[in-house]
């Protein structure tokens, strides 16, 4: 899996949620620059391209929070590459290395993203994403040739980051409905 902060480290997770001002723009100034879609999105199409060249016949990302937007632009036209939430759901338009891209809890949801999908998307939001751009993203989705591919949920019983760093696996629906939970039986 890239590294996609490299050559920088993570944002502090004493700073999230953000306490004040200054953490709002330490913040910003992450996804501005370390943590920018843009430069994620490449590094995820490359990392797909490369598992293509060395004989992969199957290739598919999912991701959390912002690395859903890097799936979803990746995805623009069997190896599974975990990774954030925005940037998976990028990684899903046209020239993608990827067959299908799957993106849970994402944040900076927008239907136009799902717009320039051109493989099937996996879409799991909790109670804290906006339903509306949800719901428009699956109505977008659910008219793709590979309509009948898509799946979706709205786990209006979770939170954000349920089934990622936030997950409280001791809490028996948290547990339930957690991804390692949803694959282990699949």
Same mark, same amino acid.
């Given at each position: ?29 992450f ?5 920018s ?10 990392? @797909? ?5 060395? @004989?992969?016949?199957n ?7 912002w690395?859903?937007?890097?799936s ?19 990684? @899903? ?8 891209v ?14 320039k999908?051109?493989?099937?998307l996996?879409?799991?939001?909790s ?28 786990y209006?019983?979770?939170?954000? @980051? ?18 390692v ?6």
């Amino acid at each position: 899996m890239p590294d996609f902060f490299e050559p920088n480290a993570p944002f502090s997770a004493d700073k999230v949620p953000p306490k004040s001002e200054q953490d709002r723009r330490d913040l910003q100034d992450f996804f501005g620059g370390t943590a920018s879609p843009p430069a994620a999105i490449k590094k995820l199409g490359d990392f @797909g391209r490369i598992l293509r060249t060395n @004989g992969a016949k199957n290739v598919a990302a999912y991701g959390f929070c912002w690395g859903v937007y890097l799936s979803y632009n990746c995805a623009r036209k069997s190896h599974s590459l975990l990774v954030g939430g925005k940037v998976t759901i990028s990684a @899903g338009g046209p020239f993608t290395p990827y067959d299908a891209v799957a993106v849970i809890h994402p944040a900076m949801l927008s239907a136009t993203d799902a717009d320039k999908l051109t493989i099937p998307l996996g879409i799991y939001i909790s109670k804290d994403e906006s339903s509306d751009e949800y719901n428009k993203i699956v109505d977008i989705i659910g008219k793709k040739s590979f309509a009948e591919k898509n799946d979706k949920k709205n786990y209006t019983n979770m939170f954000h @980051g349920w089934a990622a760093a936030r997950a409280d696996l001791t809490n028996a629906e948290n547990k339930k409905e957690s991804v390692v939970s949803t694959f282990s039986h699949n």
